[in-house]
């Protein structure tokens, strides 16, 4: 008997290993999931001033004032809205519409700067483009002159220069002084002398 209830025991311890070398070790728990509650955001009343306004802009307030906002207020707190409520979304809004409209003055200010700059490189460009042509004229007709033509090609030439199809631009004055002396061609007179 022994025989067989020697080997039931053996092949239990055998099955017992068997199960605790097959089956992984239990997975810890993980820990418990604490959740913080949020802080309450600053939210918009589900009625602010921008329904205020539209309510505003279809009720006849131009006639006894304090009548029809009276009956507002009344008719706004029996739904449970609160114009105390409105009123903060209003404050809200006029920091939000002021600080807009500072950023776009400033913007504008800093584009009006720069068109000023831009004004003013092109007044000087202008007028060194003015000069550049007058000068480089003057040459040319000094060139001209020496380079053994006669007499009377200098008054062509000149006249040949001032008839060119781009003339140089002329800076607009607008209404001021020009500080720059005028740079026309001088003319050129010829006359002869009797020959003795």
């Given amino acids: ?18 199960e ?5 070790a ?5 820990a418990p999931v604490i959740q913080t509650p949020t802080p309450p955001a600053v939210s918009r009343p589900s009625y602010g001033i921008q329904e205020a306004i539209k309510l505003m802009r279809v009720v006849p307030v131009d006639q006894n004032v304090e009548l029809v906002v009276a009956v507002i207020k009344n008719t706004l707190e029996s739904l449970k ?16 519409i002021e600080h807009r409209v500072g950023d776009l ?26 000069e550049t042509s007058t000068v480089k004229e003057r040459l040319e007709l000094a060139e001209r002159l020496s380079g053994g033509g006669s007499a009377a090609a200098a008054p062509a030439a000149a006249a040949k220069a001032a008839a060119s199809p781009n003339p140089a ?3 607009a004055n607008r209404g001021r002084a020009s500080a720059v002396p005028s740079m026309e061609p001088a003319r050129v007179m010829v006359t002869q002398t009797p020959d003795e």
């Fill in 169 to 171: 631009p002329r800076p």
């Fill in 81 to 96: 809205v609160q114009v105390s409520d409105i009123i903060e979304d209003a404050a809200r809004r006029q920091e939000e």
């Fill in 105 to 130: 003055k400033d913007q504008i200010a800093e584009f009006e700067a720069q068109i000023r700059t831009r004004k003013d490189e092109i007044t000087r460009l202008e007028t060194d483009h003015q």
């Fill in 20 to 24: 605790t070398a097959a089956s992984p």
């Fill in 26 to 30: 239990p997975a810890p728990r993980p």
């Fill in 1 to 18: 008997m022994n025989f067989f209830g020697g080997k039931n025991k053996q092949i239990e311890e055998r099955d017992e290993d068997y």
